[in-house]
Nanobody, 124 residues
Framework: EVQLVESGGGLVQAGGSLRLSCAAS????????IGWFRQAPGKEREGVSC????????YYADSVKGRFTISSDNAKNTVYLQMNSLKPEDTAVYYC?????????????????WGQGTQVTVSS
């Protein structure tokens, strides 16, 4: 059974940092692209970042470029999202998801398996 478990969310002041983790199991970790998505209240879920199955290619949405960094620890089957210089508009539930290899952008429909999400709240 494929499982993706997010952790690391919380409440932080604007300008602060958080590191989200996505622990994966139930599949060969190196065979899947892992993406991060977020959904703010009343808004559609949007792609934030992803890392390719080879872990050589990363993608960032313009809204987070230069502030967020995605990385992978293959020994731990875990993908991280380091979020710096957080803004109130980053407040959302953050989800990780897995797609087939070859996917290099966080397009929601291309991701097959999803975690339950972790709440990130940035206060002004």
């Amino acid at each position: 059974e494929v499982q993706l478990v997010e952790s690391g969310g919380g409440l932080v002041q604007a300008g602060g940092s958080l590191r989200l983790s996505c622990a994966a199991s139930g599949f060969t970790f190196g065979d899947r692209t892992i993406g991060w998505f977020r959904q703010a209240p009343g808004k559609e879920r949007e792609g934030v970042s992803c890392i390719s199955s080879s872990r050589a290619t990363t993608y960032y949405a313009d809204s987070v470029k230069g502030r967020f960094t995605i990385s992978s620890d293959n020994a731990k089957n875990t993908v991280y999202l380091q979020m710096n210089s957080l803004k109130p508009e980053d407040t959302a539930v953050y989800y990780c998801a897995a797609a087939q290899s070859g996917v290099v952008v966080p397009i929601l429909e291309w991701y097959d398996d999803w975690g339950q999400g972790t709440q990130v709240t940035v206060s002004s």
